[in-house]
């Protein structure tokens, strides 16, 4: 056989395997064009570690390290500027949305266990908080910690949706076990960030496409909703899977879906989308100057190096 046609007959053989594994083209078009002032043309994300179960819940801590959690196998991550992934803890109650507190604190949202809890320094690990109205919280998803100690939470409730069933938005004030509601008629909130002035919160539905802004008050309380963006290429008859979200210093929004994870300016229009080969659950920003944006796409961790940097303040 000459050396073109045993050249054709590789591509051939490579394209049947790539065709029998069910590689979607989609996913091996990987050669972005970028997004100004986001990330540079040709750069893409990379993998930093395979073999999770469903990774979810990244947070960026002020060393530029990071915590991730594995919720199907009960499992807290950190990344430490070195690269090396060790586990912080065990029985998670599949924790979901992580958080920081001043104090150094690891707050969780855990799926199973109906409530945020708080993992000390010392590794010991409370309650913040477990009911709503006298009502247990059904499978909160996720929080974002503001400025002055706060909580910002997601309770979308438990899989499969239950027509009728209630949702949450809620704020916790620092200090206080009793709740105030934000939002009840978000279908299914999911993730959720603040601006970096602290005062719009930014809200996410895993079943459509509107992402919603808040005006948030001096109690912490939010009014005046309102759609701040709609996400794009959903396909037809399937949800948004909007999940977990970011924000950057210059307040640009990266929201995950199923069709990547989408970018949008400070005004809510659509800057381009990120597609990290699979389908990230959500985002955040870490490492040195926080210019690294790391998704959490199922069994995988990955990286994304970027022009954009993550805001200057603690977490998210």
Same mark, same amino acid.
């Given at each position: ?6 050249? *054709? ?7 049947? =395997?790539?065709?029998? *594994? ?8 990987? *050669? ?26 990244? =947070? ?16 807290? %991550?950190?990344?430490?500027?070195? $690269? ?23 707050? +969780?949202?855990?799926?199973? +266990?109906?409530? @945020? ?10 309650? =913040? @908080? !477990? ?19 706060? @909580?910002?939470? /997601? ?12 949702? %949450? ?21 999911? +993730? ?22 808040? !005006? ?16 794009? !290429? /959903? ?8 999940? +977990?979200?970011?924000?950057?210093? !210059?307040?640009?929004? %990266?929201? /995950?879906?199923? *069709? ?49 940097? $993550? ?6």
């Amino acid at each position: 056989m000459c050396r073109a046609n045993r050249i *054709a007959s590789s591509l051939l053989f490579a394209a049947s =395997v790539v065709a029998a *594994a069910g590689i979607s083209s989609r996913l091996l078009a990987q *050669a972005p064009s970028g997004i100004p002032g986001v990330v540079a043309a040709g750069v893409q994300p990379q993998l930093v570690q395979e073999n999770f179960t469903f990774v979810e819940g990244p =947070v960026g801590a002020a060393d530029g390290s990071l915590y991730f959690s594995d919720i199907r196998v009960n499992k807290t %991550y950190h990344l430490d500027t070195a $690269g090396k992934i060790s586990v912080i803890r065990e029985n998670t109650n599949s924790t979901n949305g992580l958080a920081l507190t001043k104090d150094g604190d690891l707050l +969780g949202a855990e799926g199973d +266990g109906n409530r @945020i809890s708080k993992r000390s320094r010392d590794g010991t690990v409370t309650t =913040v @908080i !477990d009911s709503y109205n006298g009502m247990k919280l059904l499978s909160p998803n996720d929080l974002v910690v503001d400025a002055k100690g706060g @909580i910002y939470i /997601t309770v979308p409730g438990p899989r499969p949706v239950v027509p009728g069933r209630p949702t %949450y938005v809620l704020y916790l004030p620092a200090g206080s076990k009793q709740p105030i509601l934000i939002d009840n008629a978000v279908p299914r909130p999911n +993730g959720l960030a603040l601006t970096m002035d602290g005062k719009t919160l930014i809200v996410d539905n895993t079943l459509g496409p509107d992402v919603y802004a808040y !005006d948030i008050q001096p109690d912490g309380s939010a009014k005046n909703k309102r759609v701040f963006a709609r996400l794009r !290429d /959903t396909p037809a008859g399937e949800e948004s899977g909007a999940d +977990g979200m970011a924000i950057d210093r !210059d307040n640009r929004v %990266y929201v /995950t879906s199923v *069709a990547g994870v989408q970018v949008f300016d400070a005004k809510g229009a659509y800057l381009g989308t990120i597609k990290p080969g699979r389908q990230a659950a959500n985002v955040a920003f870490a490492g040195p100057n926080k210019q690294t944006l790391y998704l959490t796409a199922r069994e995988g961790l990955y990286r994304l190096n970027t022009l954009a940097r $993550g805001p200057d303040r603690l977490g998210k």
